[in-house]
């Protein structure tokens, strides 16, 4: 089974507000990466996060990994038209090191209403 | 650069059929891997490679074979197509960092869309 989980799967919002996408894992990860696919394309590579408790910021979108680097967030601050697609996690679940096997978390598909 | 090419873009098979979906990355990268996405699945791993030579199952192998004779190249073959297999595939490659905490980011393919009647 899916051992990377996200939530929630949808989410329709309205131009201006918020949005939260969360994922979490029952193993500890060595990293998580968030990705991002526009209606018809293909995942891009938004960023990744490394450190417990690491927080970083792109522009309006705020990425964050857990204390236990079992979970990780992406917040999106004041949502565009131009937001709308799906927001992937990805993390290497086995071992600690490289080893090639990135497993993806569901998506959470993103609406925006102008 | 071209970066992740895929072929063909779509195909349509019937069941039983086989083919071979076709990966190539100009990066030198050593990690290149196989997806598949389905409606409100994900993206699922069906095969990965960490270099020349050696391939590895990933979440959905069954049906499915892969082999990396080069750097530049993994393609993905169908032995006997069936309904289940309809669903777009994403081919993605990555790059190694001696040392790195979990696999470099990956770059994918447009991917190839593919209907099994």
């Known amino acids: 089974g899916q051992q990377v989980m996200q939530i929630p799967q949808y989410q329709h919002v309205q131009e201006g507000e918020d949005f939260t996408t969360y994922c979490n894992s029952s193993t500890t990860l060595s990293n998580i990466q968030w990705y991002k696919q526009r209606p018809g394309g293909h995942p891009v590579f938004l960023i990744q996060?490394?450190?417990?408790?690491e927080v970083k910021k792109q522009k309006r979108l705020t990425f964050q990994f857990g204390e236990a680097k079992k979970n990780s967030s992406l917040h999106i601050t004041a949502t565009q038209t131009t937001d709308v697609g799906t927001y992937f996690c990805?993390?290497?679940?086995?071992?600690?090191?490289?080893?090639?096997?990135?497993?993806f978390g569901q998506g959470t598909t993103l609406q925006v209403k102008p | 650069n071209a970066g992740v090419t895929q072929t063909p873009k779509f195909q349509v098979l019937k069941t039983g059929q086989s083919m071979t979906l076709q990966c190539a990355q100009d990066m030198n990268h050593e990690y290149m891997s196989w997806y598949r996405q389905d409606p409100g699945m994900g993206l699922r791993l069906i095969h990965y490679?960490?270099?020349?030579?050696?391939?590895d199952q990933g979440e959905v192998p069954n049906g499915y074979n892969v082999s990396r004779s080069t750097t530049e190249d993994f393609p993905l073959r169908l032995l006997s197509a069936a309904p289940s297999q309809t669903s777009v595939y994403f081919c993605?490659?990555?790059?190694?960092?001696?040392?790195?905490?979990?696999?470099?980011?990956?770059?994918f393919g447009e991917g190839s869309r593919l209907t099994v009647l």
């Open positions: 490679s960490v270099g020349a030579g050696i391939t």
């Open positions: 990805a993390a290497d679940l086995h071992g600690s090191g490289n080893t090639g096997k990135l497993i």
């Open positions: 996060l490394v450190k417990s408790g």
């Open positions: 993605a490659s990555s790059y190694s960092t001696a040392g790195a905490p979990g696999t470099g980011e990956l770059f």
